[in-house]
């Protein structure tokens, strides 16, 4: 076959088309073939346009795509970063908004630890009762249903009959709907928490719950009352040792944790998980129950025997070791109703001001000063008879501080017990602008070291201070401890008020005033705590203790977490002149003004004070007249165990004059401090078992009591009779064997 045939079968079978046996470009000319050849280019162009535009679509596409991804990219970084901060940065606070929405929880208030006395008698417990409170967010989501529609009015006469609570108050409590806690009665006993409990389960009601807490109780009153402190509405310790150990008394609170519906409402049986509390510890104290109420029973016979205006304070500490055995305050009140105002006379006043104040118009500015100023006073009443006076106020120490002088003035050798000293009543000391006179006017002449502190000399003691010298006289004050706290374990304490060391060591240019007026103690501020510390350094050697009123801290389980001891801060005088003061001491009880310490059966030994109030004035502007009177006794003096510090403040005075009272007698610490530190040793050293010791004088008139030896034979009689140094009579004559009846 040629070439030309094998064309048209190629173009026939492309084609469909008949052609004659001639070639196509034969029947048609050469327009046809140009136009073939036309054709054929068309064929190749279409092709190339159609990848161009395959390449142009892809192209679009691709740009759209990645457009799309960069908008899709901006569009969802701010969702990103939201989700982000959601998700990851609040997390935690959106997680607990939805278990709070979802679930309810209920405090389990930890047990507050026990506080013992050094015996281990319970000063200080807690008993379960019971918190009523009410949800107001459910009551109102539970009221928009027509058969709740006076579940307020049921709940607010209810709770108002059974808690004797006045339903407005109810209606008041529940009007904070956005709250879902608000209490209507705390710690209720357990017979009120029972019908609260029948009136909500009888009547179906919903948005009222009870929660366990804790009432604090002190069985002994009053007892102590200052020191222990009380704990508040929330459970928390205000005052006292409730205040300073509350982290350790509180332990950890357990609370339960439930599921609620979408209105607040319960859902038993969903979901419940208890985490338990952890009880707190437990305090044993220095404090001797027993000790502390002879302490404030003798208080109280002061007070109404002398006719004490202010209230008095005491303190019982061991000097050796710096426990303090007992610590009062008086007038005090009861930490079971710490609220209420325990002095006759103050709530009287109040109760008068009450009065004064409601009759004013209710709207007017008048009564809203008066309710205000009302208000104030009884807050001022309360912590006037909350404070703790012994750690927490200083006072004018008077003539009691001339024990730290002159324990300084021998240590150092400024002084010694041959020095003599001259008193005339009253003298004109270099640099010092008034005459100063003492307490007796007459004078005391010549007196020895001993006779000076026996007879409590003004004017003696203000040549002691001159003769150490301001530095010498600062530095053992500051060694002593006065121009610092003690460090007891109590909240509030002060540290006094004394002098910069300028005005006592330049008389140049501040004069001699403040070393001589300091010297017998006046014109500065100590606390009753800084006085006790440092006699009891003056006693037991030299040493200053750091006072101590919890010995131990016990854990729920009774084992022993922190343990106080005694410590040792420093030494600020010799053993030798320790030895020398008490003998001075005690001759300041034997011949001097504190004669009427002298305690049957024991060696005391002490110092009286008599300080004025010189930097208090009464309404007019006039500087008071009242007086403190004190006496700080030591028993026994010769192997001393035992510090009382009494101080009584403001024995009431005749119009006539401010130094004698009502009844005649002169106003003094050796008079009327002194005879009430006596009778406190008289009931504490025998109990604390110390054995007293009669002379020949002391056994007049004193009562005894024999031991029981009713079933002995003599031989047993006499041993027992021995141990207590009694003898029997000669005229006594009992056969041997025989059982004495």
């Known amino acids: 076959m040629d070439r030309t045939s094998q064309f048209e079968i190629q173009l026939s079978n492309r084609t469909g088309a008949v052609f004659s046996g001639r070639p196509f470009f034969e029947q048609k000319g050469s327009f046809m ?368 501080f001339k024990l730290i002088t002159l324990a300084s003035a021998i240590d150092s050798g400024a002084v010694t017990l041959n020095d003599s000293f001259y008193c005339g009543g009253q003298e004109k000391f270099s640099g010092r602008e008034q005459i100063l006179n003492c307490w007796k006017s007459a004078g005391h002449g010549a007196q020895s070291t001993a006779q000076a502190l026996g007879n409590s000399c003004n004017i003696a003691f203000g040549h002691i201070g001159l003769r150490m010298g301001g530095d010498i006289f600062y530095d053992y004050l500051k060694a002593f401890g006065i121009m610092e706290k003690t460090g007891v374990d109590l909240p509030g304490e002060a540290s006094g008020l004394f002098y910069e060391r300028k005005y006592l060591n330049n008389p140049a240019q501040y004069g001699t005033s403040y070393l001589i007026t300091s010297s017998f103690g006046q014109s500065f501020r100590i606390t009753p705590m800084q006085l006790v510390r440092s006699v009891a350094a003056i006693v037991n050697g030299g040493y200053v203790l750091e006072p101590y009123i919890v010995s131990e801290v016990l854990d729920a389980d009774g084992n022993t977490v922190e343990r106080n001891e005694k410590t040792v801060l420093r030494q600020v005088i010799s053993q030798q002149t320790s030895e020398t003061m008490r003998s001075l001491m005690e001759q300041v009880v034997t011949e001097g003004t504190a004669s009427a310490a002298k305690t049957p059966g024991y060696r005391v030994g002490g110092k009286t004070g008599t300080s004025e109030k010189l930097d208090e004035y009464d309404e007019d502007g006039n500087q008071v007249k009242d007086k403190i009177v004190s006496f700080i006794g030591v028993a026994p003096i010769d192997d001393p165990k035992y510090v009382v510090l009494v101080a009584l403040d403001t024995p009431a005075y005749s119009q006539d004059s401010e130094k004698y009272t009502l009844h005649g007698m002169y106003i003094s610490g050796g008079l009327m401090a002194a005879p009430t530190v006596r009778d406190i040793f008289l009931d504490i050293l025998p109990y604390l078992g110390v054995e007293p010791d009669y002379d020949s004088e002391d056994i007049r008139g004193i009562n005894f009591t024999v031991p029981d030896v009713i079933g002995m034979d003599e031989s047993e009689a006499a041993a027992l009779l021995a141990e207590k140094t009694i003898t029997t009579p000669n005229a006594l004559k009992i056969p041997n064997g025989t059982a004495i009846q």
């Not at 002879?294 to 208080?299: F, I, P, R, S």
């Open 33 to 400: 073939a140009k136009k073939i050849i036309r054709l054929s280019r068309t064929k190749e162009q279409k092709q190339a346009n159609r990848e161009r535009n395959e390449r142009a679509n892809r192209t679009i596409l691709s740009r759209t795509l990645i457009l799309m991804v960069l908008c899709g990219v901006i569009a969802f970084v701010p969702l990103i970063g939201t989700l982000y901060n959601l998700m990851i940065t609040q997390h935690d606070y959106y997680n607990e908004k939805a278990i709070k929405n979802q679930t309810r929880s209920t405090n389990l208030t930890a047990a507050r630890g026990v506080i013992y006395d050094a015996n281990m008698n319970v000063l200080a417990s807690s008993s379960t009762v019971e918190t009523v409170f009410i949800d107001p967010n459910e009551i109102a989501e539970q009221m928009k249903k027509p058969e709740n529609s006076n579940l307020l009015d049921q709940i607010a006469r209810g709770l108002g009959e059974i808690l004797d609570v006045e339903p407005s108050f109810v209606y008041e409590q529940a009007a904070d709907k956005q709250y879902r806690y608000k209490v209507i009665s705390r710690k209720i006993s357990e017979e009120l928490a029972d019908e609260v409990r029948a009136f909500i389960s009888e009547n179906k009601i919903t948005g009222v719950y009870l929660e366990t807490d804790l009432k604090r109780y002190y069985p002994n009153s009053s007892l102590a009352a200052q020191a222990l402190g009380f704990v508040s509405s929330d459970n928390n310790g205000s005052e006292g040792l409730e205040a300073y150990y509350n982290e350790e008394l509180s332990g950890t609170a357990g609370k339960v944790v439930t599921s609620k519906g979408n209105y607040g409402s319960e859902m038993p049986y969903t979901y419940e998980k208890y985490y338990d509390a952890s009880d707190g510890c437990s305090l044993v104290t220095t404090i001797d129950a027993t000790v502390q109420a002879y302490v404030e029973k003798n208080l109280q016979n002061a007070i109404d025997k002398y006719d004490i205006k202010n209230g008095a304070f005491c303190i019982v500490m061991d000097v050796n070791t710096g426990e303090i055995k007992a610590m009062a305050t008086l007038g005090s009140y009861d930490p079971n109703n710490y609220l209420e105002i325990y002095d006759d006379a103050a709530a009287a006043l109040l109760e008068n001001e009450r009065d004064a104040a409601l009759s004013l118009p209710e709207a007017s500015d008048a009564y809203k000063a008066a309710i205000e100023q009302y208000k104030q006073d009884v807050a001022s009443a309360r912590m006037a008879q909350w404070r703790n006076r012994c750690v927490s106020d200083g006072y004018e120490p008077g003539s009691t």
